[in-house]
């Protein structure tokens, strides 16, 4: 429980104490505390993958070599890595948010004549309670780069359930597995199983649930955001 506490005190901090904000900010720092809790639990499962696999064999590397041919990839380094993308399409919009922040800072520092005779910038920015909020009514760059964050965001949960669907549930088939590692002296043709299959398909029914939530979240805000910004609905 520290380490969840420890990955979610950063996430918080950033959210609360940052000085810019734009529209649906709060709930996107949400639904990555979510993740984080869902990846952290849905991990304990598979901690003893290793003795969870049993085969027909004397011979204990008979078994780590079926093993290693049935998990040939590391299936919770992979849930880690999907959601570090899913950690950077939330900050692209942070640094995107911080980039316009210190900009318009730097201009309204300078002289108001100066700016009238450049035509006029435009500041997509407003200021309620001491807090910059991004106005996507005023800049349509600003909507596009609020758009594709929230379309990196759907993608990479795409893959995540892709990764889930086809690479770690079939592995978990209550059939016995059969292995053929003739490789080594002495192995045959065994027959493996996994236990404590139960536990680690619901630890996958609820990491689809999270994907779920996010893919139809950021769905809807989407097609929020293009009616109300783009088409001014």
């Known amino acids: 429980m ?6 979610l ?3 918080l901090r950033t959210a609360v104490e940052s000085t810019a904000t734009y529209k649906g ?12 809790v869902t990846v952290f639990l849905a991990q ?10 049993h085969c027909n064999s004397t011979l204990p590397y008979c078994t780590k070599a079926c093993f290693n041919k049935h998990f040939d990839s590391s299936i919770v380094m992979a849930w880690h890595f999907i959601f570090i993308l899913l950690v950077l399409s939330v900050l692209l919009m942070e640094l995107f948010s911080s980039h316009l922040r210190s900009s318009f800072q730097k201009k309204k520092e300078r002289e108001m004549a100066s700016q009238s005779e450049q035509g006029g910038v435009t500041d997509p920015t407003v200021t309620i309670g001491g807090r910059m909020m991004i106005d996507l009514h005023k800049s349509k760059s600003s909507v596009m780069v ?11 949960e795409l893959l995540f359930v892709y ?11 209550e059939e016995p597995h059969i292995c053929e590692a003739h490789t080594f002296d002495g192995c045959s043709v065994q027959q493996c199983l ?8 619901m630890s996958v029914y609820a990491l689809l649930f999270a ?3 996010v893919i139809i979240t950021s769905s809807l805000f989407c097609l929020y955001s293009v009616a109300h910004y783009l088409c001014d609905c």
């Open 9 to 11: 005190i950063p996430i």
């Open 2 to 7: 520290a380490a969840i506490v420890t990955g």
């Open 44 to 53: 304990f499962p598979w901690k003893s993958i290793s003795e969870d696999f």
């Open 163 to 173: 990764v889930l669907l086809s690479w770690v549930l079939p592995k978990l088939n």
């Open 25 to 36: 900010r709060t709930m996107w720092f949400g639904l990555l505390c979510i993740r984080l």
């Open 146 to 156: 609020y758009l594709f964050c929230i379309m990196l965001r759907i993608a990479v």
């Open 211 to 213: 994907s779920a939530l």
């Open 194 to 201: 996994v236990r404590g299959i139960a536990e680690k398909k």
